[in-house]
């Protein structure tokens, strides 16, 4: 019989480690006696788990499954997981089968363990416990999770915090990040923390964000435990707020302002969305574009980019939005998909100088990925609130003939943004009736993977601003 208790700290791994010994062993769950650092130790002492010798292959379902299960407050999770484990190398079509009592108690385990994961990132409270004008500022916080999760949760605090030292301290095990680096320590008593003084602001602001009208106690118990109360501050005022839920939404209720009818509220919504309303001096639109707050693309971008040129330009060319490039800059058409603009209507005879361009949506839509800001398409709503300032530029402009390149700016120029490589190269109808030439969008040239799918995309493209520059010749 095989005796083995693990380490509190560094559970997951020792217990891989002592699984994969007695697997590649050919050791039997029945032969194995698994125990944690709280067991009691075995009268006939213990003995170590064979070392692993060759390769033991499993699902790596499994092994994904595992190393969140073997964190569960259950003194049995061990057995558990080797005894299915067992059973699991010789049938991998077990980590499928939902019928498995095994595998549906293991499951079980593991979304305990990620709520558990949850709870612990959304209710720790940190106090500080430093000198607040230290270089590096010191926190401490004191929680009771459910089940043994602070080493698998301390990564999302050490990404999250890193730029202070902090401790959380919890009956079981502590992580401790002092200095840039990481490191756990067995189970403490609640310390004595001091208030924090921004505690209060957090407390009142709590308080104003509830909503008395939507009150769902088991709801909100479900999310916010109770046994999780004591060592929040703003909990203490929980069953007050609750108490005095009926009486403030009867309140709310008779002070509710007079709505106009919901199809009415549509109806302006959407004329307020469409029209322009901008008539201010043409000198001051490129201030206006770019203190816009219209819509939340703002809060991320750089600036906002106003379209630049002739302001009695016969052509106004329109694109998507602003690039990285052009986000940083200030200036439409200045990043590759501008420069490929510029060489190709410069082989279609366009005089690039002699047109206002511009973008139907004036702030950079992106994704941070890293130190990089991938494009993001910007949305209808978007559109429709940067609609605002693409009309005042056309009413200053008044071009005789506007390009509209890609979906975004046919969608905003004419309200159907739809089937580009249907409609390039035909003219339909755009604001005040000026007419609409749609093309494809360079950046789409960019991403064409097939050389021979790309020069063809830009003999179309070419032919495109190539009518532009004859219609343009025509009309002057």
């Known amino acids: 019989?095989?005796?083995?208790?693990?380490?509190?700290?560094?559970?997951?791994?020792?217990?891989?480690?002592?699984?994969?010994?007695?697997?590649?062993?050919?050791?039997?769950?029945?032969?194995?006696?698994?125990?944690?650092?709280?067991?009691?130790?075995?009268?006939?002492?213990?003995?170590?788990?064979?070392?692993?010798?060759?390769?033991?292959?499993?699902?790596?379902?499994?092994?994904?499954?595992?190393?969140?299960?073997?964190?569960?407050?259950?003194p049995e999770r061990f057995a558990r997981l080797y005894a299915f484990l067992w059973r699991v190398k010789d049938a991998p079509h077990l980590m499928s089968d939902r019928g498995d009592a095994d595998l549906a108690l293991l499951r079980g385990m593991e979304k305990n363990v990620r709520r558990c994961q949850h709870k612990m990132k959304a209710f720790v409270r940190f106090r500080e416990i430093g000198d607040p004008n230290a270089p590096r500022r010191s926190f401490a916080a004191w929680f009771e999770p459910t089940h043994h999760t602070?080493?698998?949760?301390?990564?999302f605090f050490v990404r999250r915090f890193s730029d202070m030292d902090w401790r959380i301290l919890t009956p079981d095990v502590s992580a401790i990040f002092e200095?840039?680096?990481?490191?756990?320590?067995?189970?403490?008593?609640?310390?004595?923390?001091?208030?924090?003084?921004?505690?209060?602001?957090?407390?009142?602001?709590?308080?104003?964000?509830?909503?008395?009208?939507?009150?769902m106690v088991k709801a909100m118990q479900s999310e916010m435990p109770k046994k999780y109360w004591k060592n929040m501050p703003e909990a203490a005022f929980i069953p007050q707020m609750i108490a005095e839920a009926p009486a403030r939404a009867r309140a709310m209720?008779?002070?509710?302002?007079?709505?106009p009818p919901a199809r009415m509220d549509r109806v302006q919504a959407q004329l307020s969305a469409f029209d322009s309303a901008w008539d201010g001096p043409m000198e001051e639109l490129p201030a206006a574009i770019r203190a816009c707050t219209r819509c939340p693309l703002h809060c991320h971008a750089t600036q906002a980019v106003p379209?630049?040129?002739?302001?009695?330009?016969?052509?106004?060319?329109?694109?998507?939005?602003?690039?990285?490039?052009?986000?940083?800059?200030?200036?439409?058409?200045?990043?590759?998909?501008g420069q490929m603009f510029d060489r190709i209507a410069g082989e279609a005879g366009l005089d690039r100088?002699?047109?206002?361009?511009?973008?139907?949506?004036?702030?950079?839509?992106?994704?941070?990925?890293?130190?990089?800001?991938?494009?993001?398409?910007?949305?209808?709503?978007?559109?429709?609130?940067?609609?605002?300032?693409?009309?005042a530029e056309v009413a200053q402009v008044q071009p005789k003939l506007i390009l509209a390149m890609g979906a975004?700016?046919?969608?905003?120029?004419?309200?159907?943004?739809?089937?580009?490589?249907?409609?390039?190269?035909?003219?339909?109808?755009?604001?005040?009736?000026?007419?609409?030439?749609?093309?494809?969008?360079?950046?789409?040239?960019?991403?064409?993977p097939d050389p021979a799918a790309r020069e063809e995309a830009e003999a179309q493209f070419r032919s495109d601003l190539a009518m532009a520059a004859r219609m343009m010749a025509e009309a002057a």
Request: charged share 25%.
């Open 150 to 155: 602070v080493e698998p949760t301390a990564d």
């Open 1 to 74: 019989m095989h005796r083995v208790s693990l380490p509190p700290i560094g559970t997951a791994k020792a217990w891989r480690e002592a699984a994969r010994g007695f697997l590649a062993a050919g050791v039997p769950p029945e032969q194995i006696l698994w125990g944690d650092h709280a067991a009691a130790p075995d009268l006939f002492g213990e003995e170590a788990a064979p070392a692993a010798s060759g390769r033991v292959a499993v699902p790596r379902s499994f092994v994904s499954m595992a190393e969140t299960a073997v964190w569960h407050s259950d």
């Open 179 to 215: 200095g840039g680096k990481l490191s756990f320590q067995e189970g403490h008593e609640k310390p004595d923390l001091p208030e924090d003084a921004g505690e209060q602001l957090w407390i009142t602001y709590f308080q104003n964000i509830f909503n008395p009208a939507r009150l």
């Open 253 to 259: 209720a008779e002070a509710a302002p007079t709505l």
């Open 408 to 448: 975004t700016a046919a969608q905003s120029l004419t309200g159907k943004g739809a089937g580009i490589l249907k409609r390039r190269g035909t003219i339909e109808a755009g604001p005040e009736g000026i007419p609409v030439l749609i093309t494809l969008h360079p950046s789409y040239l960019l991403r064409v």
């Open 307 to 337: 379209g630049e040129g002739p302001r009695d330009a016969d052509l106004m060319v329109v694109g998507e939005q602003p690039g990285d490039q052009e986000d940083l800059a200030g200036r439409p058409f200045v990043g590759p998909a």
């Open 353 to 391: 100088e002699a047109a206002s361009v511009t973008n139907a949506v004036k702030h950079f839509k992106f994704t941070a990925r890293g130190k990089r800001r991938i494009h993001q398409r910007p949305e209808t709503p978007e559109i429709d609130q940067c609609r605002w300032w693409m009309n």
